[in-house]
């Protein structure tokens, strides 16, 4: 797909357009090669199939950027979505933060890789204490399961920042922070529980003597599970 688009951007070169809108290719190593055949036309990442989940659009387009991507033309995954002000604001952000607040806008997001995972729990054990001081893993926002995969390697369970603990809070608890992650505000909350149970990796816990849930703010940029993690299973990405 990326090779025909390629020489669809390149055609359109050619015949002297003033910018291009194009379907991302899925990751951003390809979408350079897009970027590459625009010799320098503005390329706009078009939004694609509606996601339910709607950090899946602003990943994209985070991703698009960091290949070279000028802007997006997004549509239904913004206008459907359950709070496109949340949306538009964090790709707003995105695209025009940087000249308008005169700072980087930075995004962190811990990734996977289960192959390297060797199941010692370590990376638990230090969310753990970084949410309770205590040695232990019932303050941990991590779960690693070794049954549930049909594969040979563990099921690690994370937050993967889909906003669904935020939008089911009452109280508005619970927000994004603008370099990934999820904060919570424990004088807003009256814990309730749930965004325990809605988190779809069953990774938010409740503090049962504060009465507030344990959430991931990627601990203030620095993941604590990733410093702590020996095989590189567990790695922090920095999307721009």
Known sequence: MSKILEYGVSLSFELGADF???PY???????????KAAKGVPVLVLGGARSDRYQDAIDMAMDAKSAGA????????????KDPELIISKLYDLFHGASIEKKKFLKKKVIIKSELCTNCNLCAVACSFR????QGLDGSTIIINHNESKSIYPKIHICNQCGKCINVCKKEALHFLKEGGISL??????????????CPQGVIKMDNNNHIPYVCD???GEPECVLACPTGALSIKEIC
């Open 131 to 134: 949410h309770t001081g205590r």
């Open 20 to 22: 291009l809108k194009v």
């Open 70 to 81: 000028k802007g997006i033309v997004f549509g239904r995954n913004v206008t459907q979505s």
């Open 25 to 35: 290719t899925g990751n951003e190593e390809s979408f350079e090669g897009v970027i």
């Open 218 to 220: 990627l601990c203030n």
């Open 185 to 198: 505000d424990p004088g807003k909350c009256n814990g309730c529980g749930e965004c325990t149970r809605v």
